[in-house]
C-alpha cells in the first residue's frame, strides 16, 4: 500500500466531511452528539477552531486553541465557510516541507499533528452525521490506516486528557472504522 501525503489524506476526509456540514439543519444544532460534551453547534464551532488552526500549524506558526468560536452563530453562511476553510487546511497540508520537522506547542512530528487534524476531520465528522440522523459511509481505507497508527500513538496521553474515552467493546464484524471509532471511546452504533 502506498503512502499518502497528509494533504491526500485530509482531502480525502473533506470529500465527506463537507456534505455532512452542509446537511445540518439548523433545527439540529441543540441536539446531543456521540461527543458528549458537545451538542451539535458547539462541535461544529470547534471543528471550525480546529479546521482553522491546524492550518498555521502546517505552516509552522503558532496556534491558538483558547476560547469559544462562535461562527455558527455569527455567520450565517457558515456552511460554506467551513467548505472554504477545510479547502484551506488541504492545501496548507499539501504544501512542501507541511509535514517535515516538528510543530506545534509540544513540538511534535508534523506528520503526527497532520493525523491528529486529519482524525477530527474525520471523528467529528462522523460525531455530527450521526447526530444530525445523516449516512456516514465511513472513512476511505488509506484515512482509517492512517489513523490507526495516530490513534495507538496518540490514545495513551489523549485518554489521560480526557480527549479519547475508554475503548468500547466492538463487534466481530466490525468495520475497521468502527474499529478506529471503539478506540476513541465511541460506541460505532450511537444513535
Known amino acids: 500500500m502506498r503512502t499518502y501525503g497528509i494533504g491526500e489524506l485530509l482531502d480525502l476526509a473533506r470529500e465527506r466531511a463537507v456534505p455532512v456540514v452542509r446537511g445540518i439543519p439548523d433545527a439540529a444544532l441543540a441536539a446531543a452528539t456521540p461527543c458528549a460534551e458537545y451538542d451539535v453547534r458547539a462541535l461544529v464551532d470547534h471543528l471550525f477552531q480546529v479546521v482553522v488552526q491546524f492550518q498555521r500549524l502546517a505552516a ?4 491558538d486553541f483558547g476560547g469559544t468560536v462562535g461562527v455558527v452563530a455569527e455567520d450565517p453562511g457558515w456552511r460554506e465557510r467551513f467548505a472554504r ?65 495516530a490513534v495507538d500513538e496518540l490514545a495513551p496521553t489523549a485518554r489521560k486528557m480526557g ?24 460506541d460505532p452504533q450511537w444513535e
Open 85 to 149: 476553510e477545510a479547502d484551506r487546511l488541504v492545501a496548507a497540508w499539501s504544501a512542501p516541507g507541511a509535514e517535515e520537522g516538528t510543530t506545534g506547542g509540544m513540538s511534535m512530528p508534523a506528520r503526527l499533528v497532520g493525523a491528529m487534524v486529519l482524525l477530527d476531520l474525520t471523528v467529528h465528522v462522523w460525531d455530527l452525521a450521526r447526530a444530525t440522523g445523516q449516512d456516514f459511509p465511513g472513512a476511505d481505507e488509506a484515512v482509517v490506516a492512517e489513523l490507526a497508527g
Open 60 to 63: 509552522k506558526e503558532a496556534s
Open 163 to 186: 480527549v479519547f474515552g475508554e475503548p468500547v467493546p466492538e463487534g466481530e464484524d466490525a468495520s475497521a472504522f468502527e474499529r478506529l471509532l471503539a478506540r476513541t471511546g465511541r
